[in-house]
């Protein structure tokens, strides 16, 4: 599977934020981009930590990490990479469950 998503990149990873800050950052760009966006998945890799939790430990040597490939099963449209890749979030627009 290649990675079928818009990637949004945003830093260089210098800027030493923290996954709360890189949240709400990702969350403002998703919001410039999608239709009111909802983060389905994500990637903290100073923390090694990612949601939905253990979606990557059966991927071994796939193209995509476990939490990407569960996004895009699930209709994301966009992965907001933050700092370089320090900090990974997925988003589709809510679309058919608004309402």
Do not use: I, T
């Not at 818009?6 to 949240?23: E, I, P, V």
Request: with cysteine; charged share 25%.
């Amino acid at each position: 599977m290649k990675r079928p998503l818009r990637s949004l990149h945003l830093g260089d990873g210098q800027g030493g934020l923290d996954f709360a800050a890189a949240k709400a950052e990702a969350d403002r760009a998703a919001a410039r981009e999608l239709a009111e966006p909802v983060c389905l998945s994500w990637y903290d890799r100073a923390a090694d930590r990612e949601s939905p939790a253990h979606a990557s430990e059966c991927h071994g040597d796939c193209e995509v990490p476990g939490y990407v490939e569960y996004a895009v099963n699930r209709g994301a449209e966009l992965e907001v990479v933050v700092g370089g890749g320090a900090y990974v979030f997925c988003y589709r627009p809510l679309g058919e469950f608004a309402g």
